[in-house]
């Protein structure tokens, strides 16, 4: 079945980094756009970052720009997600989810994971 | 950035009642590029609602979305048992992607 399953999170000191990444099955992952979404404990959601197919076109939001870099690998059907000097305010549970309609970033997301924990602690 | 505010934060309704939740956005929203999420506790969010109306794979008749430019609605005819979480609205027509802060929809 379609499916995505995320991996990589975990506690981390403030200035750390981790390497979220994205596994892909039950669809072909090279035609849809990806995302990642997290939600902090209690809270809401906010969108983190967005990538084309190809990898040609990413989107940052503000709060990560300069610190996160988004990355896929369609011929592993992965997605990953570098974040380098983690804040308190970056942990959250991180969500990859995929593009309804495949090759549009302005679509809703219609296949999430489950999460992976993000804890930035000292 | 546009701004989502749904109401109410809180809805106390009884099984077999009509929800009527509400979106607001602070700009209107291009092309009706609105959607609507379920989330119960420990769970990822689901799809139920996108383009404003219509209705994801999977999802019940019972639920139907309405609205555009800037005011948008979910509405729930009758409540089944699993119907209880929380709602988040999602605008994609600008980025940055936002979301609603939810509404959630708990048992009287």
């Known amino acids: 079945q379609v499916q995505l399953v995320e991996s990589g999170g975990g506690l981390v000191k403030p200035g750390g980094s981790l390497r979220l990444s994205c596994a892909a099955s039950?669809?072909?992952?090279?035609?849809?756009?990806m995302s990642w979404i997290r939600q902090a404990p209690g809270k809401g959601l906010e969108w983190v970052s967005s990538?084309?197919?190809?990898?040609?076109?990413?989107y940052y939001a503000d709060s990560v720009k300069g610190r996160f870099t988004l990355s896929r690998d369609n011929a592993k059907n992965s997605l990953y997600l570098q974040m380098n000097s983690l804040r308190a305010e970056d942990t959250a549970v991180f969500y990859c989810?995929?593009?309804?309609?495949?090759?549009?970033?302005?679509?809703?997301?219609?296949?999430w994971g489950q999460g992976t924990m993000v804890s930035v602690s000292s | 950035e546009i701004v989502l505010t749904q109401s109410p934060g809180t809805l106390s309704l009884s099984p077999g009642e009509r929800a009527t939740l509400s979106c607001r956005a602070s700009?209107?929203?291009?092309?009706?590029?609105l959607a609507w999420y379920q989330q119960k506790p420990a769970q990822a969010p689901r799809l139920l609602i996108y383009?404003?109306?219509s209705r994801a794979t999977g999802i019940p008749d019972r639920f139907s979305g309405s609205g555009s430019g800037t005011d948008f609605t979910l509405t729930i005819s009758r409540l089944e048992p699993e119907d209880f979480a929380v709602y988040y609205c999602?605008?994609?027509?600008?980025?940055?992607?936002?979301f609603g802060q939810g509404t959630k929809v708990e048992i009287k």
């Open positions: 039950g669809f072909t992952f090279s035609d849809y756009y």
């Open positions: 383009g404003a109306s």
């Open positions: 700009q209107s929203v291009s092309s009706s590029y």
């Open positions: 999602h605008q994609y027509g600008s980025s940055p992607w936002t």
């Open positions: 989810a995929r593009a309804r309609a495949g090759r549009m970033f302005y679509d809703a997301f219609d296949i």
């Open positions: 990538i084309s197919t190809s990898s040609s076109t990413i």
